[in-house]
């Protein structure tokens, strides 16, 4: 068998005893070192992180259940392995209750303590990997993941924050594209519920006889090719997270079934007379107005109002243009990284486009115009003739069509005036109406901001009542 080394500490009052173990186990490759009471054990496992502890039971001054109590909350992450001269099933089985990796009985055999080494060592390893795996998914899923300065997506990350770690039903606002599921996965992610499974279901994508099935279940025989049981998606986020994405497309009488299962937490497999009990947390997602959908009898009045307890609302990418270049700096980095390609950044002009498009398809078109751009990229920055040509075509279009409609004596000058207008209002309420920040992101200063809005009749009064 393939060996793993390790820190080691061997506890053991007799001297000749605890030299002898250090020994062998140097021998093995080890780094070994020797302690001859519990406090002198308990003070350099303070100084130094042990892979391993083996640690006698009867000390001089106290036993080596005290030194694993300790250990337990002051070094949790090393293995304890405790040793006995008078070994009982009950004194081994109350060392593992209370957290020992293993209980040998003296004397000790080289090979039985060898394997029990192994076994620790391949334990951490395996404890390592799994917090290794743990910090991935929070580097993909977690809040850092949504990537935004605008003061609509502050206010969202900190709703998520609040919301994530209770039980409550989240309903997501947004139109397609905006990174609903996305903001669903941050908060199980940061939820209590992290380790347990985050269950994602596109409603609008399967029949209304289909759907039932794949979230409540159904029983051999529901239902013509039913031919055995099969646990739906409640059932498989029990104790996690279920995200229901497109929930408007749900018909009357799923409703009724959903509204029972957010209030009694409790329903049947289809076909089945068996009642399962579930610990589910609900998300849920659409880019429909349920008001407006409750209003033409739609959609079930009761159930809106179950599930709107909170209700987080994603801005469209139009609505937040100040975030567009983090946003392609940060898809950027990653098609970067999975391409290979020596892609350094955007153009002016490029940069210039992306902040006048209008994005009907939000950050998920904006994530597939970035990867284009790399793939087609001949440069190391990536430029107008990267982009798709409704990009490329979107701006002269704008303008052409400024011009068009001008009047016999009219300047280009005047002509301009409306797609620059429109672009300053459109900064203004991505920031807020702050004209600070506005400024900044147009890289102009504040009072040519000020003159500008005065010169085009900006005021946010006026855009209220206009709006």
């Known amino acids: 068998m393939s060996m793993t080394q390790g820190s080691l500490l061997v506890v053991d009052d007799d001297r000749q005893l605890a030299e002898s173990m250090a020994d062998y186990l140097r021998s093995l490759g080890h780094r070994t070192e020797t302690s001859f009471t519990a406090r002198d ?49 009950e004194s081994a089985v109350d060392a593992i209750r209370l957290g020992a990796f293993d209980y040998l009985t003296k004397p000790v055999i080289d090979e039985e303590l060898n394997f029990s080494i192994q076994r620790a060592l391949g334990k951490r390893e395996i404890v390592a990997e799994n917090r290794q795996l743990k910090q991935q998914l929070n580097d993909r899923f977690g809040l850092a993941n ?100 497109e929930i408007a497309t749900a018909s009357p009488s799923l409703q009724v079934k959903l509204l029972r299962v957010l209030q009694d937490r409790e329903f049947e497999a289809v076909g089945g007379n068996k009642t399962h009990k579930v610990d589910v947390r609900l998300i849920l997602a659409t880019n429909v107005d349920l008001e407006e959908a409750v209003a033409k009898g739609e959609f079930r009045q009761d159930l809106y109002y179950r599930i709107n307890v909170v209700t987080l609302t994603q801005p469209s990418l139009r609505e937040r243009i100040s975030d567009i270049p983090l946003l392609a700096e940060h898809y950027l980095k990653e098609f970067v990284s999975q391409t290979g390609k020596n892609v350094t950044g955007f153009s002016e002009q490029v940069l210039s486009a992306m902040a006048r498009y209008r994005w009907p398809g939000n950050v998920r078109e904006l994530v597939n115009v970035v990867e284009r751009a790399v793939v087609l990229c001949k440069g190391t920055v990536i430029g107008l003739q990267d982009l798709p040509e409704n990009m490329r075509r979107d701006e002269p279009a704008a303008l ?26 459109d900064a203004l309420e991505s920031h807020g109406w702050n004209r600070q920040l506005t400024a900044e992101a147009l890289g102009i200063n504040r009072t040519t901001l000020y003159k500008k809005m005065k010169k085009f009749g900006i005021s946010f009064e006026r855009h209220l009542m206009m709006s």
């Open 41 to 89: 054990a308990m003070a350099r496992m303070k100084e130094y992180r042990f892979d391993i502890v083996i640690c006698d039971v009867n000390l001089p001054d106290e036993d080596g259940f005290a030194v694993l109590e300790w250990a337990n909350k002051a070094v949790p992450d090393t293995e304890i392995i405790l040793l006995t001269g008078y070994g009982t099933i």
């Open 146 to 245: 949504i990537v935004g300065h605008d003061y609509r997506m502050l206010k969202m990350y900190d709703i998520i924050e609040s919301v994530a770690d209770t039980r409550t039903t989240v309903l997501v606002l947004g139109e397609s594209g905006t990174g609903k599921t996305l903001t669903a996965r941050a908060i199980h992610q940061l939820s209590n519920r992290r380790d347990k499974p985050f269950v994602e279901v596109a409603c609008g994508a399967l029949p209304d006889t289909l759907l039932e099935s794949e979230l409540f279940g159904h029983v051999a025989g529901a239902f013509t090719g039913a031919s055995h049981d099969r646990a739906g998606k409640f059932l498989q986020a029990n104790g996690g997270t279920l995200f229901l994405d």
């Open 400 to 425: 052409l069509g400024a011009v068009t409609n001008v009047s016999a004596g009219s300047s280009l000058k005047t002509a301009l005036a409306s797609p620059e207008k429109q672009l300053i209002i």
